[in-house]
C-alpha cells in the first residue's frame, strides 16, 4: 500500500509540469499519456486533468516557453549574432520545456504547430526588426537555421555539433545567422 502524497496543490501542479516535460521529451507527444505522467508523480490521472484537461492542453502548458530577444532595431550588423547566440543557447541547452517542444515536434503536428506559433509571436518581431528586406523569408530561414543547430546539438546530439562550446558554435554560425538576417539578398 502507498503513502498518500500530501495534499499541496501548487508543489503537486508543478510536479506534473515536471513529469510531463520528461516524458513529452523522451516519448515524444504521441506515446505520452496522462497516466505515464500520473503515475510518475504517484498521483491518480484524474488529478492531471483536473488542473490540466486533456493532453493537448497539458503539451501546451508544459512546453511554453520564453526567449528573451533584445530589441534588434538598432543593432549594428556585426553585434546581432552575439546579441542573439546566447539567447538560444539558454533555451536549447537550459529550458526543458524547450527540449520536450523540439523533440515531439518531429512527430506531433500539435507540438509543430505550437513551436511555429511560439516562433511566431515571439521570435520573429525581434528578427524581423534586424531585417533590411525580405522580412519573412528572413526570418522563416533563421528559424530552420536555429532549429536545425538546436535539433542536431540537442536531439541528435552529433558529436561535432554537440562538443562545441559556445564559443566555438558562435564563431561558426554567428557568420550566417547575421547573413541570413542582413546580407545582400540572393538575385
Known sequence: ????????????????????????????????????????VGIDAALVSRYFGNKQDLFATAT???????????V???DIAGMLLPQYFAVWEDDQSFLALLRASGTSQVAADTLNRTLANHVAPSLRAATPD???????????FVI?????????????VADLSREELS???????TQLLTGPAPS
Open 1 to 40: 500500500m502507498r503513502t498518500p502524497r500530501p495534499r499541496h496543490a501548487a508543489q503537486t501542479r508543478a510536479d506534473i509540469l515536471t513529469a510531463a516535460r520528461r516524458r513529452f521529451a523522451a516519448d515524444g507527444y504521441e506515446r505520452t499519456t496522462l497516466r505515464a505522467i500520473a503515475a510518475d
Open 64 to 74: 511554453e516557453f520564453r526567449i528573451n530577444l533584445p530589441d534588434m532595431a538598432h
Open 76 to 78: 549594428e550588423r556585426e
Open 134 to 144: 525580405n522580412h519573412l523569408k528572413r526570418v522563416a530561414l533563421t528559424d530552420a
Open 148 to 160: 536545425g543547430l538546436a535539433m542536431t546539438r540537442t536531439v541528435l546530439a552529433n558529436t561535432p
Open 171 to 177: 564563431r561558426w554560425a554567428g557568420p550566417v545567422l
